[in-house]
């Protein structure tokens, strides 16, 4: 049997659908737009790979310009590439790098100030005198900042070697950043900022790499995650010596003799006993691998000569049951 409202019934339904919509509150719209983030783990991960590479930088800029050269990692943070180039100076250097054999487009920006003291160095400068007024690097200064970019670039290649093989390599230098866009605005980048020291002159290096990039290698990334314990379990012990079982090593037994000289070594017959200046009583050294490890007694055992242990060159504590090594003793 089929029930039929009432219009009471009906009016206190809707009521209730509207007063559900006034709880829920103002509807927000969604932001397509959005920066897509990295987790902070591959963050951590890319921060660890430009550490090495802020590292090596330095040396290899103190040795191609003969001066000494101070890096710093600054910061890291993630961002839209339109509020990357609205942070950058007019004029600035800002370099389009390529990172072959994947397709995409980092960038690389240096202040004014930091560029003219590197060009000052490598002109044979001392790097003493003040920077010039803020103004455009001229064609000859590019092909300077060029060569100096190989050196910068050819490092960040070799750091990256730890995640993927990805070759760094300038395409073109600009020095008014609005005009080209190589990179979306609305995309992602994570930006990497090094203080560079050089002399009385510090300034800023910033690497800006699409986060979609980085987000590629995630699989890749995930292999710089994993951290070493300090103290290796006991599962791990025992599956050590389980795959130590089988290894090798080289025994001997060998006694301090003392010193001979060549005369009566030379006029040694047959029969003749040579006496040696270590006495029959105290212990023989025994080595493994060639360090001294072990201390006994060389003693026949079934017509071969054996090796007694009596102590460990470690802890000297006499050991319960001697263990015996078949192996040939060097007397």
């Not at 590439?81 to 397709?103: D, H, K, S, W």
Request: glycine share 6%.
């Amino acid at each position: 049997m089929r029930r039929v409202l009432s219009q009471q019934e009906i009016d206190a339904v809707f009521q209730g659908s509207a007063e559900s919509k006034e709880a829920r509150g103002d509807v927000l719209a969604f932001d397509f737009n959005r920066l897509d983030r990295l987790p902070k783990s591959q963050l951590r991960a890319l921060h660890l790979v430009h550490e090495n590479f802020v590292r090596n930088l330095a040396s290899s800029l103190s040795a191609y310009l003969r001066s000494y050269v101070a890096l710093n990692l600054v910061s890291m943070e993630q961002m839209s590439y339109g509020e990357f180039q609205e942070g950058l100076g007019n004029p600035t250097c800002i370099a389009y790098i390529g990172m072959a054999p994947y397709e995409a487009t980092s960038v690389m920006e240096l202040n004014m100030s930091l560029v003219f003291q590197l060009i000052e160095l490598l002109l044979g400068s001392k790097g003493s005198s003040p920077p010039p007024a803020q103004r455009k690097i001229t064609d000859i200064e590019k092909k300077l900042v060029q060569t100096l970019m190989r050196v910068v670039l050819r490092d960040l290649s070799e750091a990256w070697k730890s995640v993927a093989d990805v070759v760094f390599s300038i395409q073109s230098l600009a020095s008014e950043p609005q005009l080209l866009y190589v990179i979306a605005p609305g995309e992602a980048v994570i930006v990497i900022a090094i203080e560079v020291r050089v002399g009385p002159t510090s300034g800023l290096m910033n690497l800006a790499i699409p986060s979609i990039f980085i987000k590629r290698l995630r699989h890749k990334f995930d292999q710089l995650q994993k951290i070493r314990r300090a103290e290796s379990t006991e599962d791990d012990q025992v599956h050590l010596a389980k795959l130590l079982d089988g290894a090798t090593l080289t025994f001997q037994a060998e006694i301090d003799g003392g010193t001979v000289s060549a005369e009566t070594l030379v006029r040694l017959e047959l029969d003749q006993v040579l006496v040696l200046d270590h006495p029959a009583e105290p212990h023989v050294q025994g080595f493994l691998n060639g360090k001294q490890k072990l201390l006994g007694s060389v003693m026949l055992n079934r017509g071969k000569f054996a090796f007694q242990v009596h102590q460990t060159r470690a802890a000297q504590d006499s050991l319960t049951k001697p263990a015996q090594l078949t192996a040939p003793a060097q007397v």
